[in-house]
């Protein structure tokens, strides 16, 4: 069994920061690409940035110089910090990552259940 827990969500003022983790664990053979994606009332999920296992990483324009997107391949963690937040970037923000588990040599999308992120004017 594979599980992604997300942690770091909260209430924060705009121009504020938060850092938000997501833990992988189970039976893990290996991790490919991991990515954010947020989902904001009414509105359709986004991918907010990605990173994949060889450190490469992209950004929705909307998050560019202020999100940075980052993973300790050891600890099987993926991280965004979010600095200069604005309202406008209140959301349930969800990690995703294509795993290998020991069970069966095929990777599969796996999600967690999300955090929730406000951020107040």
């Known amino acids: 069994q594979v599980q992604l827990v997300e942690s770091g969500g909260g209430l924060v003022q705009a121009g504020g920061s938060l850092r938000l983790s997501c833990a992988a664990s189970g039976s893990i053979f290996s991790i490919n690409t991991m990515a954010w994606y947020r989902q904001a009332p009414g509105k359709q999920r986004e991918l907010v940035a990605r990173?994949?296992?060889?450190?490469?990483?992209n950004y929705a324009d909307s998050v560019k110089g202020r999100f940075t997107i980052s993973r300790d391949n050891a600890k099987k963690t993926l991280y965004l910090q979010m600095n200069s937040l604005k309202p406008e970037d209140t959301a349930v923000y969800s990690c995703?990552?294509?795993?290998?588990?020991?069970?069966?040599?095929?990777?599969?999308?796996?999600w967690g259940t999300g955090t929730l992120v406000t951020v107040s004017s």
């Open positions: 995703n990552a294509l795993i290998v588990s020991t069970a069966e040599p095929v990777g599969r999308n796996y």
């Open positions: 990173v994949i296992s060889g450190g490469s990483t």
